[in-house]
């Protein structure tokens, strides 16, 4: 039976955020079309984000593509100097449906100015219009971009990483996977809450079905318009169900307590353990989905940002 949000120990910035969302009236996503639901997420991360400046100077870029070019954004930090920087690829959230450079914008440059790396944000393909496997074949070509491409950029590819929310953590896993097999060697993998498995639900997804803003609805929303049920155990959907895990970069898994992603994220986690790899798990009580992003509402962010921020400072040295 799902939990009653009125009767779980939600952390009060979260708790406060449910209410402000609760009184603005948010139409659930499928109940409007996709284009509604990008500008209502726009909307949403413009009222949540962290406000600031840091020192980090941007440039958009259009990469090379299997289906054209691919929009991206550099964030380099200025204090990097003239020597090549290491880089973090970031694949943004928004259940493969929605999000882009701008909702994801404000994290990227505070990652980029604590970590003293550059980011390169990388604008996918979109779903409905654009199923799977494009998002993953987009990730992919970024990744190959930078490995071959990325001094011209002042990008020191022999030290790369991967990292993303939600769907984008799912797509930094699937990549990670892929880069791995093809002799890309990655330095670390970021994973905030990570959708892992579309084979099957797991407790977390009914406990916090309803009132923690992912709702067990969105999420079949989500995932009917990125991939079809019959791609529900290819691991380039659901890396939790990759024939081979050894092998692969230092991973930290971060998700909140109320979050319907939170068992399959934890699952993931323990399945690198188990393969040999370094993997940390961060279970933040009382938190909810999407807080990553949210530093403007929610505190917790700024933990989550430092702790992703410090595996980058150690295995880019």
Do not use: N
């Given at each position: 039976m799902?939990?009653?949000?009125?009767?779980?120990?939600?952390?009060?910035?979260?708790?406060?955020?449910?209410?402000?969302?609760?009184?603005?009236?948010?139409?659930?996503?499928?109940?409007?079309?996709?284009?509604?639901?990008?500008a209502q997420f726009v909307e949403l991360c413009r009222r949540t984000r962290?406000?600031?400046?840091?020192?980090?100077?941007?440039?958009?870029?259009?990469?090379?593509?299997?289906?054209?070019?691919?929009?991206?954004?550099?964030?380099?930090?200025?204090?990097?100097?003239?020597?090549?920087?290491?880089?973090?690829?970031?694949f943004h959230g928004g259940g493969w449906c929605i999000g882009d450079l701008d909702t994801h914008d404000p994290a990227c440059r505070?990652?980029?100015?604590?970590?003293?790396?550059?980011?390169?944000?990388v604008d996918y393909r979109l779903a409905p219009e654009n199923r799977f496997p494009a998002a993953v074949d987009d990730c992919v070509a970024a990744l190959r971009f930078l490995a071959a491409e990325g001094a011209?950029?002042?990008?020191?590819?022999?030290?790369i990483a991967v990292g993303g929310d939600s769907a984008g953590g799912n797509l930094a896993a699937v990549a990670a996977l892929v880069a791995r097999d093809a002799g890309l060697p990655l330095k670390a993998q970021i994973l905030i809450y990570p959708a892992t498995d579309f084979s099957r639900e797991r407790p977390s997804h009914e406990?916090?079905?309803?009132?923690?803003?992912?709702?067990?609805?969105?999420?079949?929303w989500f995932g009917g318009n990125y991939v079809?049920?019959?791609?529900?155990?290819?691991?380039?959907a659901s890396p939790i169900l990759a024939p081979d895990h050894r092998g692969l970069p230092p991973a930290i898994v971060i998700v909140g307590e109320c979050d319907p992603l939170r068992d399959e994220s934890r699952d993931y986690a323990?399945?690198?353990?188990?393969?040999?790899n370094e993997a940390s798990f961060h279970l933040y009580p009382g938190?909810?989905?999407?807080?990553?992003?949210?530093?403007?509402?929610?505190?917790?962010?700024?933990?989550?940002?430092?702790?992703?921020?410090a595996l980058l400072r150690r295995v880019f040295g």
């Open positions: 799902a939990l009653d949000p009125a009767t779980v120990a939600l952390d009060p910035q979260a708790k406060a955020l449910l209410e402000m969302i609760a009184l603005a009236g948010r139409i659930p996503y499928s109940e409007i079309t996709p284009s509604q639901a990008r962290k406000a600031g400046e840091w020192p980090v100077s941007t440039r958009d870029l259009d990469l090379p593509g299997p289906a054209g070019a691919i929009r991206a954004r550099l964030f380099l930090p200025r204090e990097a100097g003239p020597a090549p920087v290491p880089v973090l690829a970031f505070q990652l980029a100015s604590t970590a003293h790396c550059a980011v390169l944000a011209a950029l002042g990008i020191d590819s022999s030290r406990d916090y079905a309803e009132g923690f803003l992912l709702t067990r609805e969105s999420i079949a079809p049920p019959s791609a529900h155990r290819d691991w380039r323990e399945t690198l353990v188990a393969a040999g938190m909810i989905h999407g807080f990553f992003t949210m530093g403007g509402a929610i505190s917790a962010a700024d933990r989550a940002i430092a702790q992703s921020a």
